[in-house]
């Protein structure tokens, strides 16, 4: 079946550096990913939708200068934390479509554990 | 909004034993219906779905039947093998081509 890789799966970093997380599709072309983060005992919550080639489109609440994500390719995603703080440690969860915005085809990546210190 | 709620685990049961995963929605109009597993190490994989009430989703002895009148979409299988040690997670889709809406997940856990 279809493969969605993340690297790194786990990442520790201090208080105002950046950090960039990689979303893969192995074995298809992705022509949307989406972006996820979940909190221990939360549920996952989406934080922005990217289509390849264009500008992602960032749910409501979320900081689009803050969680920089570019979709230059139709099988690499990245998601970069700018400034991170210990309120941005947290898992990443990346997922890609094969249709353009259908969330029914979605796979999912194993996740990043991001911890700020 | 659109809301899901599961039951909080963990969960544990021994093997052969009959499995149900509460889950509940809240939603405008008629969504559809998901279950999602994540086996340790791996990212999440559709188990099942259903589009429409009184649909029943079915995949590797897991169902899940669409209950419009009671909002819910419960997990169940007959006979839990240590294999389905997993994160499951209910979520809903709203019409259109909205975005999926995840329960808390619930960790299932079962012992030889």
């Known amino acids: 079946g279809a493969v969605v890789s993340q690297h790194p799966s786990r990442v520790i970093c201090k208080s105002g550096t950046s950090v960039k997380i990689e979303c893969r599709s192995l074995d298809f072309q992705a022509t949307t990913m989406f972006w996820y983060r979940q909190f221990p005992k939360k549920s996952l919550m989406l934080m922005a939708t990217?289509?390849?080639?264009?500008?992602?489109?960032?749910e409501q609440g979320v900081e689009k200068d803050k969680f920089l994500i570019n979709h230059a390719s139709l099988t690499l995603s990245t998601l970069t934390v700018t400034s991170a703080h210990p309120e941005d440690s947290s898992f990443y969860i990346c997922?890609?479509?094969?249709?353009?915005?259908?969330?029914?085809?979605?796979?999912f990546g194993p996740g990043t554990r991001l911890t700020v210190l | 909004g659109n809301s899901v709620t599961q039951m909080e685990g963990p969960v544990t049961l021994s093997e052969e034993a009959f499995l149900t995963i509460n889950c509940t929605y809240t939603a405008t109009g008629y969504p559809s219906l998901f279950w999602y597993v994540q086996y340790p190490g791996e990212g999440l994989q559709l188990l099942l779905k259903a589009t429409k009430a009184d649909d029943k989703g079915s995949n590797k002895g897991f169902e899940a039947t669409y209950r419009k009148e009671t909002t819910s979409f419960h997990l169940e299988k007959g006979s839990v093998q240590v294999s389905d040690s997993a994160v499951y997670f209910c979520?809903?889709?709203?019409?259109?081509?909205?975005?999926?809406?995840f329960g808390t997940g619930t960790r299932l856990t079962i012992i030889p």
């Open positions: 990217s289509n390849e080639g264009s500008k992602a489109t960032y």
């Open positions: 979520a809903l889709k709203g019409l259109g081509n909205e975005k999926l809406t």
């Open positions: 997922s890609a479509s094969t249709i353009a915005g259908s969330t029914d085809t979605q796979y």
